[in-house]
C-alpha cells in the first residue's frame, strides 16, 4: 500500500500537515487545490491547480491514482463516485462524504442511528424559521457550505430573523452546555478503531472559532468514556474509512450531544503532531491505506492556540513574537505557508506542552498575549 | 530569520530530514545534489541538481541565497569562504568545515585545545605505518573522504600492512573501550549551547555502521555528565554555529575520549525527531537561525535501528516487514525516498520507544528480525 498513487483534495493546512507526515513513508502524494499559490504547493511531490467542485477536473485528476482522499468536504462527490465504481479507493467514501456535507441529512443520520444531538427542526426558508418562534432559543445552521464558523447563527427570538438563512437550513435547539469536547476517531478498512484522547475546546467568543483546546479534557472519567464511546459508534455508524472528528457538547446534566462531524484531520488535532506517539495526520494515512493504526499515547498535557490574522491587518503576512514564543520551553509553532494575512485568517497553530496542567494554563495564556500576525507591507 | 532563503548543501536523507522539520516554520529551502532523483528531490521547496565539489556550481547557488548550511562534509569550502567574504552566512563556517574535513587536523585540533582523544601519529603513506609497528594495534584512518565506516582499517600487527592506506592519514592508538557513546550538541550565533541527552551506540561487527543506539546511555550519572561536558566544550571549542555530533569512546578506565565530530545532523540523533521535545533537526534550524536553542527533553527511553539494504539483493526496493512494524505500539519506521537498494545502503532507519527499558531493547530485537530491505526488480 505504501507504493500507492495518492490524492488529495485540497492543499490547504490540512493537506500541509498530511504531506508532512507522509514524508515518513516516501508516499506519492499529488495534490489539487484551486489556489496556485495553496499551502501545499511547495512542498507537494506533485501539484496540480484546479477547482474541487468541478465534476471533469476531479474525475481527470483520480485518472492515474489508485487512492483519493480529501482534507475539505467541499467537493465534487459526484466525481468521486464516478472514480469509485472504476475501482479507486476513496477514503473518506463518497457516500460518507455526502451525509456529512449537508447538516441536515447528518443530523438525520444521529436519529435514525440512535446517536444523542440536540433536537432539531429542519427548515427551508427564512420564512420556514417564523413558524418555530417558540423552538427558540436555537442555532440556525446553514445545510451546506458552512464552515469555520461561517453558515451558523444564534436565534434568541423573533428580532433575530434576519439573521436566518434564507436557504435549506435546520435550526438546533440552543442547549446550555458546561463545555465543548472532540474526539478524533480514525477507522481502517479492515474496521480496526482508534481514539485519540478527549480535548476540550474553548471558543472566541465573538469568530465562533476555536480559540485554544486542552487535552486531555478536564472531565470525569465516566464523561471522558461516554464521550470516547459515543464517537467511536459514531465512526462505526458511518463505517468511515479515515479520521473523523467528532465535535460534542458536554450538558449541564452531564449528558453527550454530538454537535457535528467531519471526514478529514481537524483543528481539534494539530497537538497531536507533538503531544502524541502517532499524530492525526499519521493516523489518516494508517486509516486510509489500511495498516494498523498507531498509538494514540499522549506524552503528557498538551493545549493548542489557533494563529489568527490580527483584526485591521490585510497583506504580507509578519509574524510578530515568534523568537519569544521559540524561546518558551516546549511552545511549538507550525505557520501554514500563507503569504497574505487577513483578519482572522487562520494563519498557524502554536502546540503548547507542560507536565503541569495550571502551567500549562499559564503558557497558553502567555502565548496568546506574545504573538500576533500583523502586516506592514499590503 | 524565517523569511531567510536557506541552502542546503546535500540532498539526501539528513537533508530530508531537515526539510520536514521546516515545514513547521515555512523556511524557504534551496536543496543543492548531484544526484538528480536525491531524496530531497520531490520535497524540496526548490532542488537543483549539481556538484557540490565545484566551485563554480557551490559558489552560483548561493548567490541568490542568505543563509547556506551542509548536510555532508565533502563540499568545496573554498567557494564557501568566497561566499562568506561576500556577507552570506554560512553554518557550520567554512573554517570548521575545512577543520573536520581532515581528521588529521581534526585530531591535532583536540590537543592543541586540550579535548581528550586517544593517542595518534600522523602518515604521510603506507610505508609511513611500517615505521609505527609498534604503535599497533590501531586504527589506520584516511585524512579526508572518509565515510559511513569507508577509509577506516584496523591494524593488528605488520601483517595487515596492506590494508593501510597509501595516502595522508594517521594511525589512532586502539582503545580497549567499554562503550561508545555520542552526544548532538547545538550552538547558536549568540553562543547558546544545548546538548541532546547522550546515547549508546552498537555497531555492526563487520561492517563499521552503526547498527543501533539507546538513549539515553546506560551509564553512570558521573560519566554522563562527564561526556556532556567534553561534547559542550568541543563544539565552544570549535565555536561551530549549527550542529555537532560529538562521537565518545568511554574506556574500560572510565575514561571519556573524542573518536570524532560531524558538524550537522548525525545518524546517533534520529529518534530525537519522535523521542525529544525538539528534533536534531528543529535544532540545527534554530542554531543556524540564530533563534534560541529548544528544549532537548526526551519523553521516554527509545532506540534506533538503521535500516540497511539487505545483502544480496540490489534493484528496486521493497520493504518486507513494514506491517509487522506498524502493527508494533510505538515503532516508527522513517523511509529515505531511495528508489534502488544495495547490500547495506542506508535506506531508512526506525525509531522505537517504550517507557520500559528492557521492553525497549525486546522491541528492537523484534524490529530488526521483523524487517529487511529486499529486491525482486532491478
Given at each position: 500500500?505504501?507504493?500507492?498513487?495518492?490524492?488529495?483534495?485540497?492543499?490547504?493546512?490540512?493537506?500541509?500537515?498530511?504531506?508532512?507526515?507522509?514524508?515518513?513513508?516516501?508516499?506519492?502524494?499529488?495534490?489539487?487545490?484551486p489556489d496556485a499559490d495553496a499551502p501545499?504547493?511547495?512542498?507537494?511531490?506533485?501539484?496540480?491547480?484546479?477547482?474541487?467542485?468541478?465534476?471533469?477536473?476531479?474525475?481527470?485528476?483520480?485518472?492515474?491514482?489508485?487512492?483519493?482522499?480529501?482534507?475539505?468536504?467541499?467537493?465534487?462527490?459526484?466525481?468521486?463516485?464516478?472514480?469509485?465504481?472504476?475501482?479507486?479507493?476513496?477514503?473518506?467514501?463518497?457516500?460518507?462524504?455526502?451525509?456529512?456535507?449537508?447538516?441536515?441529512?447528518?443530523?438525520?443520520?444521529?436519529?435514525?442511528?440512535?446517536?444523542?444531538?440536540?433536537?432539531?427542526?429542519?427548515?427551508?426558508?427564512?420564512?420556514?424559521?417564523?413558524?418555530?418562534?417558540?423552538?427558540?432559543?436555537?442555532?440556525?445552521?446553514?445545510?451546506?457550505?458552512?464552515?469555520?464558523?461561517?453558515?451558523?447563527?444564534?436565534?434568541?427570538?423573533?428580532?433575530?430573523?434576519?439573521?436566518?438563512?434564507?436557504?435549506?437550513?435546520?435550526?438546533?435547539?440552543?442547549?446550555?452546555?458546561?463545555?465543548?469536547?472532540?474526539?478524533?476517531?480514525?477507522?481502517?478498512?479492515?474496521?480496526?478503531?482508534?481514539?485519540?484522547?478527549?480535548?476540550?475546546?474553548?471558543?472566541?467568543?465573538?469568530?465562533?472559532?476555536?480559540?485554544?483546546?486542552?487535552?486531555?479534557?478536564?472531565?470525569?472519567?465516566?464523561?471522558?468514556?461516554?464521550?470516547?464511546?459515543?464517537?467511536?459508534?459514531?465512526?462505526?455508524?458511518?463505517?468511515?474509512?479515515?479520521?473523523?472528528?467528532?465535535?460534542?457538547?458536554?450538558?449541564?446534566?452531564?449528558?453527550?450531544?454530538?454537535?457535528?462531524?467531519?471526514?478529514?484531520?481537524?483543528?481539534?488535532?494539530?497537538?497531536?503532531?507533538?503531544?502524541?506517539?502517532?499524530?492525526?495526520?499519521?493516523?489518516?494515512?494508517?486509516?486510509?491505506?489500511?495498516?494498523?493504526?498507531?498509538?494514540?499515547?499522549?506524552?503528557?498535557?498538551?493545549?493548542?492556540?489557533?494563529?489568527?490574522?490580527?483584526?485591521?491587518?490585510?497583506?504580507?503576512?509578519?509574524?510578530?513574537?515568534?523568537?519569544?514564543?521559540?524561546?518558551?520551553?516546549?511552545?511549538?509553532?507550525?505557520?501554514?505557508?500563507?503569504?497574505?494575512?487577513?483578519?482572522?485568517?487562520?494563519?498557524?497553530h502554536i502546540t503548547i506542552m507542560d507536565?503541569?496542567?495550571?502551567?500549562?494554563?499559564?503558557?497558553?495564556?502567555?502565548?496568546?498575549?506574545?504573538?500576533?500576525?500583523?502586516?506592514?507591507?499590503?
Amino acid at each position: 500500500m505504501l507504493s500507492s498513487r495518492i490524492g488529495i483534495l485540497g492543499g490547504g493546512q490540512l493537506g500541509l500537515m498530511l504531506l508532512q507526515a507522509a514524508v515518513d513513508w516516501n508516499l506519492d502524494i499529488h495534490v489539487l487545490d484551486p489556489d496556485a499559490d495553496a499551502p501545499c504547493k511547495k512542498i507537494a511531490p506533485y501539484f496540480q491547480q484546479g477547482s474541487l467542485q468541478d465534476y471533469q477536473t476531479v474525475y481527470e485528476f483520480g485518472q492515474n491514482l489508485d487512492i483519493i482522499t480529501i482534507e475539505i468536504e467541499k467537493v465534487n462527490v459526484d466525481a468521486l463516485e464516478a472514480l469509485e465504481k472504476e475501482g479507486k479507493l476513496i477514503y473518506p467514501q463518497p457516500s460518507v462524504i455526502r451525509l456529512i456535507q449537508d447538516k441536515r441529512i447528518q443530523k438525520q443520520f444521529y436519529l435514525d442511528n440512535d446517536l444523542p444531538t440536540a433536537p432539531f427542526i429542519l427548515t427551508e426558508n427564512r420564512a420556514d424559521v417564523l413558524g418555530h418562534i417558540a423552538f427558540l432559543p436555537a442555532f440556525h445552521k446553514l445545510g451546506k457550505d458552512g464552515y469555520d464558523g461561517r453558515g451558523v447563527q444564534r436565534l434568541t427570538s423573533e428580532a433575530d430573523l434576519d439573521k436566518a438563512f434564507d436557504k435549506p437550513g435546520l435550526l438546533e435547539k440552543a442547549i446550555p452546555f458546561e463545555k465543548e469536547l472532540a474526539v478524533i476517531v480514525a477507522r481502517n478498512a479492515s474496521g480496526e478503531v482508534a481514539t485519540f484522547p478527549t480535548v476540550e475546546m474553548v471558543f472566541h467568543p465573538e469568530h465562533n472559532l476555536v480559540e485554544y483546546l486542552f487535552a486531555p479534557a478536564e472531565i470525569a472519567q465516566s464523561t471522558d468514556a461516554k464521550a470516547q464511546e459515543i464517537a467511536r459508534k459514531t465512526a462505526e455508524a458511518f463505517q468511515i474509512v479515515g479520521l473523523l472528528a467528532v465535535e460534542l457538547f458536554l450538558t449541564k446534566e452531564g449528558e453527550i450531544l454530538i454537535n457535528e462531524v467531519a471526514p478529514r484531520p481537524h483543528n481539534s488535532g494539530h497537538h497531536t503532531i507533538r503531544a502524541n506517539a502517532t499524530s492525526q495526520y499519521e493516523q489518516h494515512w494508517r486509516a486510509i491505506l489500511n495498516l494498523p493504526l498507531g498509538s494514540t499515547y499522549a506524552y503528557g498535557p498538551s493545549a493548542m492556540v489557533n494563529l489568527l490574522g490580527e483584526d485591521g491587518f490585510q497583506g504580507l503576512a509578519e509574524y510578530e513574537g515568534m523568537e519569544t514564543l521559540l524561546a518558551t520551553e516546549q511552545v511549538f509553532p507550525f505557520l501554514y505557508w500563507k503569504a497574505i494575512t487577513r483578519p482572522f485568517r487562520k494563519m498557524g497553530h502554536i502546540t503548547i506542552m507542560d507536565s503541569d496542567i495550571n502551567a500549562l494554563k499559564e503558557k497558553v495564556d502567555f502565548v496568546k498575549k506574545s504573538i500576533r500576525v500583523i502586516s506592514t507591507k499590503s
